[in-house]
Nanobody, 126 residues
Framework: QVQLVESGGGSVQAGGSLRLSCVAS????????MGWFRQAPGKEREGVAA???????RYADSVKGRFSISQDNAKKTLFLQMNTLKPEDTAMYYC????????????????????WGQGTQVTVSS
């Protein structure tokens, strides 16, 4: 079982930056995919970025060039650096994990991720 705890959310003005963190604990396979999802009020949850155990990354088109996903394997921590934030980035952000690195190829489908955090709120004002 894997536990995920997010932090780093908050309120910023448009153009600002935030860095989200997700600490993983419990039993995690040596090969995996971890990702960030977000859900805005009234909208479906969407994949934002993903990274596998080999460090390969994927991004949603809406955040390419602005967001960067990374990981600290020693600290079992996942990060999402968010720059040039826009009001449309406002959402609850969730950390997720899957035991198969191939899951990163299906970032659009939240069902391939078996482990989820509780989420951290990001609010961007104009």
């Amino acid at each position: 079982q894997v536990q995920l705890v997010e932090s780093g959310g908050g309120s910023v003005q448009a153009g600002g930056s935030l860095r989200l963190s997700c600490v993983a604990s419990g039993s995690m396979y040596s090969r995996y995919c971890m990702g960030w999802f977000r859900q805005a009020p009234g909208k479906e949850r969407e994949g934002v970025a993903a990274i596998d155990s080999d460090g390969r990354t994927r991004y949603a088109d809406s955040v390419k060039g602005r967001f960067s996903i990374s990981q600290d394997n020693a600290k079992k921590t996942l990060f999402l650096q968010m720059n040039t934030l826009k009001p449309e980035d406002t959402a609850m952000y969730y950390c997720a994990a899957a035991d198969d690195p191939a899951s990163c190829n299906y970032m659009e489908y939240e069902g391939v991720f078996g482990y989820w955090g509780q989420g951290t709120q990001v609010t961007v004002s104009s």
